[in-house]
């Protein structure tokens, strides 16, 4: 991994990951790989939401985006079942995403995966009872 990661990614007006200035190379944010965005190969997860207005889409400044992922313990109190009950936690990936988009590059699947798999480690250190 190129760098320790700090949650969330996306935030703000800050709607790309890795955040680049225009005047320097991208590189994945996982390997430290040179190059990621166009014209070359990448991989990415982009999210958010398009306000409708008719028969198209656009997106609108009045939204914004957000990706998390959670964990919800079963609740022991109501007789519920599962993995590490009464436990709760959350990640934010992207938060107040401005337009209600985000993007995030990455060289290849396995920085990807790497990345998300990443994310889901960091996601279980926050698991914490209610």
């Not at 590189?27 to 990415?44: D, I, L, Q, R, W």
């Not at 939204?63 to 959350?90: C, I, R, V, Y």
């Not at 337009?99 to 914490?128: H, P, W």
Request: hydrophobic residues 35%; charged residues 30%; contains cysteine.
């Amino acid at each position: 991994m190129a760098k320790k990661l700090k949650f969330p990614q996306c935030k703000s007006k800050i709607t790309v990951f890795p955040n680049v200035p225009k005047n320097k190379k991208s590189s994945c944010p996982m390997c430290g790989k040179k190059g990621v965005f166009e014209p070359n190969s990448f991989a990415t997860i982009d999210g958010g939401a398009l306000r409708r207005e008719g028969a198209s889409a656009s997106m609108d400044s009045r939204m914004e985006g957000f990706f998390s992922l959670g964990w919800h313990g079963a609740h022991t109190d109501m007789k519920g079942q599962g993995e590490k009950p009464d436990t709760w936690a959350n990640i934010d990936l992207a938060r107040d995403c401005a337009d209600g988009q985000f993007e995030m590059y990455f060289c290849s699947t396995d920085c990807l995966r790497a990345f998300l798999n990443a994310c889901v480690d960091e996601l279980e250190k926050r698991i914490k009872p209610i």
